[in-house]
């Protein structure tokens, strides 16, 4: 196992030999290498001054040497150099975030990389911003050499060195609280959650569940136990890992694969139970349930989650925006139907006035049971009752539908993340843009800059609100409030969710991302992305690694999210994608999507 450690004056001499030899490794000729030998050695009064550490295996050699130099806020990442009979086994990628961590801790804001031009694709895969302009004369000039880079050529000028530039920062001030700045053992609990709704929208077997319970992943930045539902790929976890830099994580999976009780089954496991409640971490479900408090040791609190039903939630936001202090708030009209009779008249009355109509199941989850119909939509299967008869068994909200902009001119659907913690302290999280088609969730997008201006102070006060209202209800956990934007300026609240979700789980990923390659991810999750062929375990560790390898060429980040959908007859995947900018972002995601199409390509077509 490869660690850090700070280097020492008698070291000098052996670490300017190992870079040396780094910078050789790219086959640079030996004029030019005497050139630059000056430049690049190192002398033993220079250590500490320049903050030099060295990268040290198992056995005790080095094979890696990186500095971090100059005063805050602005410093440079003078060495970055690989024994290159280590290059490719993760010391770089070791070396780069341990000095973005150093950044942090000495207050450093932006973080100056003159890079060796075959290391280029080694900086953009750790996060590292390309900028044009010369080096900055009051940064040490820094030839860096990669651990893996991903550019297979240099650029025309192989001595020219490449500016980039990165941006260190502590975790969020949210995610430290979220889960005490530590790790954290995560339930995925999401079948338990909804089983005690008895969601008619949803299937008995709770299939989809069982899959998004994958999502444990992510339920807090840095999990050190994931307690599963179904057996999961070993190469996934792998994989995540080291995408999100995770230090070792247990996994114990296949506890429930067709019982919604995951909590009750670890509590018949007593050692596991043990183990899991003793370590004094933590423990992060989905959503609370009354099996989850008996797990954890929490007092289940009897109604704690009655702003999950939506018409409790429509009556909520009605008494907040009673008060006043929400003008760009509006909330659009909610009629509980009696039964399906009722809900028919309602539809055929609003259908008639020539007006679309909401229909949702008192509780759903992304988006089941929620069904929008327009006046066409009736007449063409035949009036209201038809359209009822298609819809799940149980009681149903009749909403009024807020029309939104018009295609191109804005996001649509929009939601607030906020948690209150165990003292009742509410956190505001951010806001995301949501992927909604005819009233289901498909994905969403987190970051800067993602809620337009001028949503953005309507939504953050008016979640803060309900997020005030649901402590005082006593209710502790994650929320949101979801948002429909109606064309004229303003936001329209249509539910809470008092668990965790897609968007949070973009949130956790960019919070983490931060941390390892500077401030400022944009981060996608896409629930469904549709594979080709349905693939062996080892064939889609395969895939997964292929696609990871291209968004980092890009300078973006894969993960994937929910790999059991891939075994299933019609195969897909969740995942995401993170990037600085929304034109990576969108390469990536079409990079990914492409991919996953492509699978199967190979197989040819079977004839008789």
Request: aromatic share 6%; net charge neutral; proline share 7%.
């Amino acid at each position: 196992m490869v660690k850090v450690r700070a280097a020492r004056a008698v070291e000098a001499g052996g670490l300017t030999e190992l870079v040396m030899r780094s910078k050789a490794h790219w086959g640079y000729g030996a004029g030019f290498l005497a050139t630059c030998a000056p430049e690049l050695r190192i002398r033993p009064g220079e250590v500490t001054a320049r903050r030099i550490v060295v990268a040290e295996n198992g056995r005790g050699e080095v094979v890696g040497v990186a500095s971090l130099e100059g005063a805050p806020p602005l410093a440079a990442l003078g060495l970055l150099f690989v024994e290159p009979s280590a290059i490719g086994q993760g010391v770089g990628r070791l070396l780069y975030r341990d000095a973005l961590r150093r950044a942090v801790e000495l207050g450093v804001r932006r973080l100056v990389i003159d890079a060796d031009p075959h290391a280029a694709g080694f900086y953009r895969a750790m996060g590292a911003v390309a900028v044009a302009g010369p080096a900055d004369a009051t940064a040490p000039a820094d030839t860096t050499a990669p651990e893996d880079a991903t550019d297979a050529t240099a650029p025309e000028d192989a001595t020219a060195l490449v500016r980039f530039e990165a941006a260190p920062v502590a975790l969020a001030g949210w995610a430290r609280a979220w889960t005490g700045g530590g790790r954290a053992v995560h339930v995925g609990n999401v079948a338990e959650f909804n089983a005690q709704f008895a969601d008619a929208s949803l299937d008995r077997g709770q299939a989809a569940a069982h899959h998004y319970a994958c999502l444990a992943a992510f339920y807090s930045p840095d999990p050190a136990a994931l307690l599963l539902p179904r057996p999961v790929p070993k190469g996934w976890t792998e994989l995540v890992g080291r995408q999100l830099g995770w230090s070792e994580v247990e996994v114990y999976d296949g506890l429930a694969e067709g019982d919604p009780g995951l909590c009750d089954a670890a509590r018949a496991r007593p050692a596991l139970a043990a183990l899991l409640t003793g370590a004094g971490l933590p423990l992060v479900p989905w959503g609370r349930t009354r099996p989850f408090g008996r797990l954890a040791g929490r007092p289940w609190r009897e109604g704690e989650l009655r702003y999950e039903s939506k018409s409790a939630a429509h009556a909520l936001f009605g008494r907040i925006l009673a008060d006043g202090g929400h003008p760009g708030i509006v909330l659009p009209a909610q009629w509980p139907a009696a039964g399906r009779w009722a809900a028919a008249r309602l539809l055929a009355a609003r259908t008639r006035a020539g007006e679309s109509t909401v229909l949702k199941s008192e509780h759903g989850v992304g988006g089941s049971g929620t069904t929008v119909v327009t006046p066409d939509r009736v007449r063409a299967v035949g009036g209201a009752r038809a359209v009822l008869r298609r819809l799940p068994r149980g009681p149903l909200l009749v909403e009024e539908y807020v029309a939104g902009p018009a295609e191109g001119e804005g996001p649509r659907d929009l939601t607030y993340d906020g948690f209150v913690d165990g003292e009742g302290r509410v956190h505001e999280v951010g806001g995301a843009v949501m992927d909604v088609t005819d009233g289901c969730y498909r994905g969403a997008t987190v970051g800067p800059g993602v809620v337009p201006a001028w949503a953005e102070k309507p939504l953050a006060a008016f979640g803060a609100a309900v997020g005030r209202e649901l402590a005082e209800s006593g209710y502790r956990g994650w929320f949101d409030v979801d948002f429909v934007a109606d064309g004229a300026g303003r936001l329209a609240p249509t539910e809470t969710n008092l668990r965790l979700t897609g968007p949070s789980v973009a949130f956790m990923v960019a919070a983490r991302l931060d941390v390892l390659r500077g401030a400022g991810h944009l981060v996608r999750i896409a629930d469904r992305v549709e594979l080709g062929a349905r693939l062996p375990e080892a064939q889609l560790d395969e895939l997964c690694a292929g696609l990871a390898r291209g968004c980092a060429g890009l300078g973006a980040v894969f993960v994937p999210a929910i790999p059991t959908g891939a075994f299933e007859p019609e195969p897909w995947l969740g995942v995401l994608v993170a990037a600085h900018d929304r034109d990576t972002l969108d390469a990536a995601e079409a990079l990914v999507r492409a991919g996953a199409r492509a699978v199967g390509a190979d197989f040819g077509t079977l004839t008789r």
